[in-house]
């Protein structure tokens, strides 16, 4: 019995050449270096953060970034209202930032990917109803959906991991079924369908490695779509709770002191706006990489 492909022939290309195809985008290798080294920061925050972010020292507060005039050594990006160490929270606020990030788009994706599978590949009235259900949600802004749903949930890490979750499946859902539905006439699909293969064996073994690049794409963008939404929630009091360190908490609390005391709303507002930019634009060097057809040698 001839043994079926499970997945449609890519365009053959030397790991050279794509590795200059990846070299050649500056801005992409930056970004993937940023990234790492905040990845880095978030997983040894205990060794890297001089103070505890929480630890509170009424006699320094609001103090000035060391290169400003008044600032000092000890706090080199200066402190907040309570004279708690800006640098410390901003190496232990991207662990939350990360995590509610990389998991809530993990869980878009599987809903997603689940979805569009099985609405491109079997199409009829299931296609339009699950299509449908996307353009329902579509029709609401997705941060309101999501103010709503934690409004009722509750505040905490994993309500709102589960809310930006299961509030962004529709991107993943749509551009994977019109992936399956020009995958699912090729001819590996139907020599499948020939001999046999189950529609579920089809979905997971022939289409899905198929549309992994296009998902792993999405999923970039999702991740820092997800950052900035956890840090919308927490700048409005819904997300994670006080007690937590989060990059949005700290431009809440810094808000009334922008005229004043600048740096307890600039420094995580920077970090949040180049953690953002930083896994967007590595998205870029993801799709040359997961996807041979984009790469130009």
Known sequence: MTAVPTAVPAAASSRPGLLRSVLRNKLGVVA??????????????????????????????????????????AHLLGTDQLGRDILSRLVYGARVSLLVGACAALL????????????????????????RLADIQLAFPPILLALAIVGFLGSGLWYVVLVLGFTGWVSYARVLRSEVLSLRTREFVTEAR????????????????????????????????????EASLSY??????????????????????????????????????????????AGDVLRDVADPKAYRA
């Open 32 to 73: 993937v270096t940023v990234l790492v080294l905040v990845v880095l920061a978030a997983l040894c925050a205990p060794l890297i953060a001089p103070y505890d972010p929480a630890t509170q020292d009424l006699l320094v507060r609001l103090n000035p970034p060391a290169w400003e005039s008044g600032g000092s050594s």
């Open 108 to 131: 878009a994706g599987v809903i997603g990917a689940a979805i569009g599978l099985v609405a491109g590949f079997l199409g009829g009235w299931f296609d339009r109803i699950l299509m």
């Open 194 to 229: 020939a001999i046999g293969v189950t529609d579920a064996a089809i979905m997971r073994r022939h289409l899905l490695p198929n549309v992994l690049a296009p998902l792993a794409t999405i999923g970039t963008l999702h991740v820092a779509a997800a950052i900035v939404a």
């Open 236 to 281: 409005l009091g819904l997300g994670v709770p006080k007690q937590t360190v989060t990059w949005g908490g700290m431009l809440s609390d810094g808000q009334l002191y922008l005229g004043t005391s600048w740096w307890v709303a600039v420094f995580p507002g920077l970090a949040l706006m180049i953690t953002a930019l930083a896994v967007n634009l």
